[in-house]
């Protein structure tokens, strides 16, 4: 009974805790929710707030709506960090597409962050087609800066993405000017990777169409200084010059007035097939021009002769069946056994249309198939062999020049030389190539002769007269004029307005134009003479040779010549190769008093051969002056490389100044370049560069004088530099790249 009662007892027990379990659960689950964690509750209200807001930014992106998905992943990354891979990926790429340059900035500045905070998070492919959807929307500063962000990887985009970027950028100054600093970079991590062994160095090896495409536009911008040095990169790499390259390489050397290096290529050009006549057209104008400035007439002739035979001589590219092997044009001096070789095809010509070589016509023309010659180069032929009196080897220069133009060409090239000389009052220059001609059995016909007779008899000259009239009796020439009533008028002072109305007067011809332009603008001896001084320091330099260098720039101030932008570029590069950077700063005393009296034309490639060797030096007051003369000229200044430059001058002298990283580095930006110099501490820092520094008063070489050693040597402290680096963002902010 007890047992049943209990029983009962229980029953009733659980009867009543079943009867308020209804009304007791909320109550009951409040009470749970507290003696739990909330761990679970966040779990799951966090899975289905990321998943819910990855989907919206993943349907953006489908959608193309930039705008909704640039919100959503700022959105999501204030919360949960970076999307997956792939989500971002697709990000970057739908921003990389647009046609709006502040959504291309916006990727452009996403990479950087992403590179920064998550290593190897951004695909190289990305990386490619930002920097080409950059370059399209001439944004040429960004896309060298993620170029530069890919190099720093040891990587460059495949080489056809990299053409069409370079093919971009080239189209702008400063694009130009990046595209050949870049190019420049790239050639420097290939040497390192290949001292190294390393298989990246085939990733990032240029091709010709890369160079051919840089040295245009530093042909096209006036940067022929800075296509020197990509020439000479071209040779490191061993990279083949094709047509175009040599077409390219003539315009820099006409340029920098390196005649002895361009002359190197023509025995190989004279060899090209004759179909190949037509595009080396330009190398001829140049090679000639340069004759011109060295005063050179008789390799004048000997090129005009060649120009003009080419066609008879030239093989038939139909006739060439072995394959064609490489030239090799020496860089400098031929006997230099350290000399750069630079490997060509002349004979091989792209058919891409990518590039197209805009050659100027100045001295040689292409007509009907043949090179002629312009009118300005004949002026300048006439007045060289007019002033060496050397008229005898002119008429068998035009007589031979004549003959080779007689299936192109109607009227005779003598007989408008004669009656431009005549137009000139240059009376006895005609009369003498009359005689030649008439010697050789080419006489000229009886307009020349009547041409001539009417100028004697206006300047009253009665023996030149007759002497010309017997010539023409022995010629067998018929003048109308009878010689008797000649001789009569001159003594009678005929006034010329009866019967010698039918005699023809001489009209100003274009090649009498272009004489009168060239007498105004002929050259003076000085300027003649200074090519000679700079091929001179050119070829020492190279050869290492600074004493013999030295001499001849000390004879050019002896003599009173005016040193130009060629003297000074190649002893800066010259000193440059050896690592002489005390003895720049010396030079770039010259450089500052020559500009100051306007003796000196300001050059941006001058200047920043300068400024890096400047900074690599470690002479960062001479940066700072040198930053002063390219702003007071306008001249921009690519800040991120030139940021780059000083921190990689100032602080890797020490290697030890970036081994650690912990809470107490400092750090120092420069410009907004987005790299940053990291030292231990003030000490640390000033006592590394004291130990790198040279002690005050070092003699580094023979040019260094007293009174400049204590400035530069002295060692830059931290604060220093930071007030360095503020007053370089504050001087490039305006005129920066």
């Known amino acids: 009974m007890v047992v049943h009662m209990g029983m009962v007892t229980q029953g009733i027990v659980l009867k009543k805790l ?258 190949l006549v037509r595009h080396y057209r330009q190398f001829y104008d140049s090679l000639l021009s340069l004759h011109f400035k060295f005063d050179d007439i008789d390799s004048v002739s000997g090129l005009i002769r060649e120009m003009y035979n080419c066609h008879e001589s030239r093989p038939i590219q139909g006739e060439r069946r072995e394959p064609q092997k490489p030239c090799f044009v020496p860089i400098g001096s031929d006997n230099l056994r350290t000399g750069l070789r630079l490997p060509i095809l002349p004979d091989l010509l792209p058919k891409d249309p990518v590039l197209q070589v805009e050659g100027k016509q100045e001295f040689v023309m292409l007509k009907e198939g043949i090179l002629v010659l312009t009118n300005k180069a004949l002026s300048k032929l006439i007045i060289r062999y007019k002033r060496c009196r050397r008229i005898g080897e002119l008429s068998k220069l035009l007589r031979s020049i004549q003959e080779e133009l007689a299936r192109v060409e109607e009227n005779s090239l003598c ?46 000259m009665l023996r030149e007269a007759e002497a010309l009239l017997k010539q023409t009796r022995r010629a067998g020439l018929d003048i109308t004029m009878p010689d008797e009533l000649v001789v009569q008028n001159f003594h009678a002072g005929f006034d010329g307005k009866s019967t010698m109305n039918s005699v023809a007067s001489v009209d100003k011809s274009d090649l009498a134009v272009s004489l009168i332009r060239e007498l105004r603008e002929e050259e003076n001896m000085d300027s003649l003479v200074v090519n000679e001084f700079n091929s001179s320091i050119y070829f020492f330099m190279k050869a290492k040779m600074i004493e013999d260098a030295l001499k001849t720039y000390r004879k050019m101030q002896e003599v009173k010549i005016k040193p130009t932008v060629s003297t000074f570029f190649n002893l800066v590069c010259g000193y440059s190769s050896m690592e002489m950077y005390r003895a720049i700063t010396i030079l770039w005393g010259d450089i500052k008093i020559n500009i100051k009296k306007e003796k000196l034309v300001a050059n941006r490639d001058l200047y920043e051969e300068l400024l890096f060797n400047f900074l690599r030096g470690g002479y960062f007051g001479r940066v700072m002056e040198v930053i002063g003369h390219m702003e007071e000229h306008e001249m921009a200044i690519e800040r991120q490389g030139l940021g780059k430059a000083i921190i990689c001058s100032s602080y890797s002298r020490k290697q030890g100044l970036t081994s650690h990283r912990d809470n107490d580095n400092i750090f120092i930006s420069l410009g907004g370049s987005g790299h940053r110099a990291q030292v231990e501490s003030s000490s640390h820092l000033e006592s590394a560069i004291n130990e790198s520094t040279p002690p005050a008063g070092a003699q580094l070489n023979s040019l260094s004088p007293p009174e400049l050693a204590g400035n530069e040597s002295s060692p830059l402290t931290e604060v220093g530099m930071i007030k360095l680096c503020d007053e370089l963002e504050e001087s490039v902010r305006c005129n920066g790249v």
């Open 415 to 460: 007989s408008n030389v004669v009656d431009a000389l005549i137009h000139l009052g240059w009376l006895e220059t005609a009369h003498d190539i009359l005689e030649d001609l008439e010697s050789a059995g080419t006489p000229l016909g009886t307009s020349s002769y009547t041409s001539l007779l009417l100028a004697y008899h206006r300047r009253k």
């Open 18 to 275: 079943r009867v308020p379990d209804v009304w007791y659960k909320p109550y009951q689950n409040h009470y749970i929710q507290h003696l739990c964690t909330s761990r679970p509750e966040k779990t799951c209200w966090e899975g289905s707030s990321r998943e819910f807001m990855l989907k919206k930014l993943e349907i953006a992106i489908k959608g193309h709506q930039v705008d909704e998905a640039w919100k959503s992943y700022n959105n999501f990354k204030s919360i949960y960090g970076y999307p997956n891979q792939s989500l971002m990926s697709k990000l970057i790429t739908e921003f990389s597409y647009s046609s709006d340059p502040n959504w291309l900035r916006r990727a452009c500045s996403l990479i950087l962050l992403t590179i920064r905070d998550k290593t190897g998070f951004i695909r190289p492919d990305l990386l490619s087609n930002l920097t080409l959807s950059l370059a399209r929307a001439q944004m040429p500063a960004l896309a060298s800066k993620i170029l530069r962000v890919m190099l720093e990887k040891e990587n460059i985009p495949p080489l056809n993405i990299f053409e069409l970027v370079i093919l971009h950028m080239v189209k702008t100054e400063i694009g130009a000017s990046l595209a050949s600093n870049i190019l420049a970079q790239i050639v420097e991590c290939f040497g390192r990777l290949s001292v190294k062994h390393s298989t990246g160095a085939k990733i990032i090896k240029p091709n010709t169409m890369v160079f051919n495409l840089v040295l245009d536009a530093c042909v096209r911008f006036g940067s022929s200084y800075k296509g020197q040095q990509l020439v000479e990169m071209m040779s490191q790499l061993q990279i083949i010059a094709d047509a175009h390259t040599v077409i390219i390489i003539a315009q820099i050397h006409e340029m920098n007035g390196q005649r002895d290096e361009l002359k190197k290529f023509k025995d190989h050009i004279v060899e090209a097939p004759v179909p």
